[in-house]
């Protein structure tokens, strides 16, 4: 959908409080658009990004293709991809000047999130090595939910939890090379490695990013959670510099 619909005649722009209001209207592209740039590298990748986010109305539907053009490459990739033993890791590739922030995030065998928000941010997720699953849920009390598919549910007063459970609104496989996209908007998430015998390596892009966000439990009850990194441009982090 064009992103004309948001008011940006004004020249200066505030572009975190633009990309916050583009969540509003933008819901991702399927394929590469016909007029973009090719991308060949991570290296030309992390360069048009940056490229993309010195103007404050950044263009989405460009960042969405630059995500989708990139195809993957393990040997450009494999010094980010930081595994642990009992948990998916998230690791730093560039922290885009405080504008995004690109992580490769590593799935051992099994190895899944919690259903999560992502702080009225815009999430695209792209398959580097293996497969995921994504399972998509309802936002629990947030207005205008533009995924909601039966509006008889009684929602409880803004702010209170509500009582019936997350209603699960669709489950999508994720292939290498595939981008997929969620903004608060459209919805929660949980994302797994729905496979028992291999890794799953993902790169995701989070703008603007945030520091903590909300994961829910099948009550819908609310808690914050704090978003650390395993790992810095390639260097495991200790703990206070996570």
Known sequence: MALSKIDAEIEQVDQEKYLRQATNYYQALEKPLKYGPVIETMDQLITALHREFESNYVNIEMVNHLMLSYKSNPKEWRKYAKFDRYTYTRNLVDAGNGKFNLLILCWGEGHGSSVH?????????????????????????RPNNSVSRDTSHQHSHEGDIDPRELVEIGETPIAVNDVAYINDNLGLHRVENPSHADTSVSLHLYCPPFDSCSVFQDNCKKTTAKVTFWSKYGVRTKPNEQ
């Open 117 to 141: 928000d992502h702080a009225d941010s815009h999430c695209f997720m792209k398959m580097l090595k293996g497969d995921l699953r994504e399972k998509r849920y309802e936002y629990p009390n």
